[in-house]
Nanobody, 121 residues
Framework: QVQLVESGGGLAQPGGSLRLSCAASGSIARINGMGWYRQAPGRQRELVADISSGGTTNYADSVKGRFTISRDITKNTVYLQMNSLKPEDTAVYYC???????????????WGQGTHVTVSS
């Protein structure tokens, strides 16, 4: 089994910063891409940012220049540094990883449980 555990959410004021972390553990041979998605109340889940195993990044237009995704391959961990936060960034943030399972070598996507981010004064 593979688990993704997120941390770092919470309350921030507009213009403030938060840093999210997501650590993958379990039966992992290799992790390909990792990413962050978010879902606001009444809206569909959307991609925020993702990063390939080679370090190539991709961002939603709404967060470009404010958010930075990075990863530590040795720790199977992905981070999301969120600066200049806006109220519209309020959502549940989910980590996603494309994992090559150990032993079976199956390629599967896994999701974290989600972490709440609220931006409000």
């Amino acid at each position: 089994q593979v688990q993704l555990v997120e941390s770092g959410g919470g309350l921030a004021q507009p213009g403030g910063s938060l840093r999210l972390s997501c650590a993958a553990s379990g039966s992992i041979a290799r992790i390909n891409g990792m990413g962050w998605y978010r879902q606001a109340p009444g809206r569909q889940r959307e991609l925020v940012a993702d990063i390939s195993s080679g370090g190539t990044t991709n961002y939603a237009d709404s967060v470009k220049g404010r958010f930075t995704i990075s990863r530590d391959i040795t720790k199977n961990t992905v981070y999301l540094q969120m600066n200049s936060l806006k109220p519209e960034d309020t959502a549940v943030y989910y980590c996603n990883a494309e994992v090559r399972r150990a032993f079976t070598y199956q390629l599967q996507h896994y999701w974290g449980q989600g972490t709440h981010v609220t931006v409000s004064s």
